[in-house]
Structures are given as C-alpha cells and as structure tokens.
T-cell receptor
C-alpha cells in the first residue's frame, strides 16, 4: 500500500473557527510532512515529524498546530486562520533517516478556503 | 531565495513530440535530484530521481540528463502523450537525513492531441 490518505478533501472555514486536517499512511514510514501549496506554485514545507517527534517547523504561524498521535497518523489543527491561508494542504511521508527522504509520497491534499 | 531554478514556466508540445524541462542549482551539497509530477487536483508523485554520479537515467519515456560541472539537470519526455499533461517540479535534496526538498518553480506541460 503506497497511499497517503487525507481528510477532508475540501474545507471551508470562517476566521474564528477551529478545524483539523487528518492524514494517514500505512507504508511504515517514520517521517511525515505538512506542506502548503498555492495555485501554480511548488509545495512549501511547513512541518516535519520524524519518529513522531517534531523535527522541523519552518517558522509557521501558531494558528497552525501539528500533532502526530502515532507513526501512521498526522493532524494539523487550524485556529483563527486568515484568508491568505487558503491553499491546498498536502501531507506526505517518507522513510526516516538515511538518504531516502527525497522519496516522498504525497496525499491528494485538502483544499482549504478561509472566508 | 529559490535554490533550484526551473524553466520554462510552461510549454506546449504536440502528441509524439519531446518535452524538455531544465533545472539549475548552486548548492553543491545537494546529492539527490528527484522530479515530481502533479496532475490537477492531486498531490505530487515522484517520477524519477538521479544522483550526481550518473549522467543519465531513463525510465520508460522519461529521461533525466545530469551535468555535474554545469550544475544543471533536465527532464526529457519522449513521445509525449496527452496523459503527460501535468505540472512537473524538479527538486534537490542533500540526502543524509535531509528532510527538505528544494523545489523548482514548476513547469506546466500541455500535450496537444
């Protein structure tokens, strides 16, 4: 199984709402990622978890809060977002450590609209 | 500051033609150079990857050429098909526990039937 699943597919939220994005993989990967992608741009790295510990935070605003409950699941908690946060949010996974981190498996993404 | 420069931004090719996308980098610490393909509404998918000690790698109709001295690499799509219409991102990675991919800006390829 080489699939990364993400829910929901689409999300519309107001600036005062709290919502969560979910990601799951069953490839035995111990590195998991959140990316943000704007239209016609490459993905921008937000967070990396390695062995369920936060390894990289790319100076993301605190209104985005990641969580890695176990080796298969990754969540992104959203609170008090701004309209400019509207984007496609991608989850990815890869092997941890060694040289295979370039081989990342991406989910289909959650299309987020902040109104 | 983009560490990997990619061109062109878009290209249109006739079915059966060759699509060529070019990328250049400066950081000699990069050790892996993957290409990702993204269809509309989908996440990127790893297409093919190369290391600097290899000058060319072919997988089906997709070929990566690598010029280490010029710090350039390119993707050739031979016999382009309408199903190849997608956005292609080159990327670079340092290997050795490096979780970051430095992506190029992307090239939208349209293959006309």
């Amino acid at each position: 199984d080489t699939e990364v699943t993400q829910t929901p597919k689409h999300l519309v939220m107001g600036m005062t709402n709290k919502k969560s994005l979910k990601c799951e993989q069953h490839m035995g990967h111990r590195a998991m990622y959140w990316y943000k992608q704007k239209a016609k741009k490459p993905p921008e790295l937000m967070f990396v978890y390695s062995y369920e510990k936060l390894s990289i935070n790319e100076s993301v605003p605190s209104r985005f809060s990641p969580e890695c409950p176990n080796s298969s699941l990754l969540n992104l908690h959203l609170h008090a977002l701004q309209p400019e946060d509207s984007a496609l949010y991608l989850c990815a996974s890869s092997q941890a450590g060694g040289a295979r981190a370039y081989e990342q498996y991406f989910g289909p993404g959650t299309r987020l609209t902040v109104t | 500051q983009q560490q990997v420069k990619q061109s062109p931004q878009s290209l249109i090719v006739q079915k059966g033609g060759i699509s060529i996308i070019n990328c250049a980098y400066e950081n000699t610490a990069f050790d892996y150079f993957p290409w990702y393909q993204q269809f509309p509404g989908k996440g990127p998918a790893l297409l093919i990857a190369i290391r600097p000690d290899v000058s060319e790698k072919k997988e089906g109709r997709f070929t990566i050429s690598f010029n280490k001295s010029a710090k350039q690499f390119s993707l050739h799509i031979m016999d382009s098909q309408p199903g190849d219409s997608a956005t292609y991102f080159c990327a670079a990675n340092r290997g050795s526990n490096d979780y970051k991919l430095s992506f190029g800006a992307g090239t939208t390829v349209t293959v006309r039937a």
